[in-house]
T-cell receptor, first 111, second 118 residues
Framework: GESVGLHLPTLSVQEGDNSIINCAYS??????FIWYKQESGKGPQFIIDIRSNMDKRQGQRVTVLLNKTVKHLSLQIAATQPGDSAVYFCAENDSWGKLQFGAGTQVVVTP | GAVVSQHPSWVICKSGTSVKIECRSLDFQATTMFWYRQFPKQSLMLMAT?????????EQGVEKDKFLINHASLTLSTLTVTSAHPEDSSFYIC??????????????FGPGTRLTVL
């Protein structure tokens, strides 16, 4: 079936460095993607989204890149801080408004 | 704005009992709410879509008679886990959609409810 998945289950990053989290999707018809951050014991928090008519979108310290040719999505976090430690999910939003989440990447920020 | 709450935040119950979890949109009307389940170290899995005033739509493999969903108003949806068993222990998360938001289909998530069945 269609799926959205991540390459790396755990990412250890030194404070101040940039983080890159990757995500692969299989449904070439997908046209809307969202990145979420989930802290332990909490619900997902919206970070940034991107539509398929774009290949890059920037927010505050975050950038999402979309490569439709290889069906790949990435989230870049600049100057990673301890507060960025969390699990990050990419999600694919279908035409019915339902989200399909990827497996998630645990980001651990070390001092 | 766009705050979603859940109650309770955690619950412990005995096997065989039923547990009700509430999901409320506090400052907006949500025609659609979604219920997810998340096991430890795993992703969120959509259980069902709840539309105000109509029956919920369940994802494949989710027992509708076990997970009763009621969406009686534009600000409240409830999930009742009936005859709960230890394997139902999980983190249950709801989300609500407002069509008046700046982003299409943006889902606002609740803080989750930790269910432990003994």
């Amino acid at each position: 079936g269609e799926s959205v998945g991540l390459h790396l289950p755990t990412l250890s990053v030194q404070e101040g460095d940039n983080s890159i989290i990757n995500c692969a999707y299989s449904n070439s018809a997908s046209d809307y993607f969202i990145w979420y951050k989930q802290e332990s014991g909490k619900g997902p928090q919206f970070i940034i989204d991107i539509r398929s008519n774009m290949d890059k979108r920037q927010g505050q310290r975050v950038t999402v890149l979309l490569n439709k040719t290889v069906k790949h999505l990435s989230l870049q976090i600049a100057a990673t801080q301890p507060g960025d430690s969390a699990v990050y999910f990419c999600a694919e939003n279908d035409s019915w408004g339902k989200l399909q989440f990827g497996a998630g990447t645990q980001v651990v920020v070390t001092p | 704005g766009a705050v979603v709450s859940q109650h309770p935040s955690w619950v412990i119950c005995k096997s065989g009992t039923s547990v009700k979890i509430e999901c409320r949109s506090l400052d907006f009307q949500a025609t659609t709410m979604f219920w997810y389940r998340q096991f430890p170290k795993q992703s969120l899995m959509l259980m069902a879509t709840s539309n105000e005033g109509s029956k919920a739509t369940y994802e494949q493999g989710v027992e509708k008679d076990k997970f009763l969903i009621n969406h009686a108003s534009l600000t409240l949806s409830t999930l009742t886990v009936t005859s709960a068993h230890p394997e139902d222990s999980s983190f249950y998360i709801c989300s609500a959609v407002t069509w008046a938001g700046t982003r299409d289909n943006e889902q606002f998530f609740g803080p989750g409810t930790r269910l432990t069945v003994l």
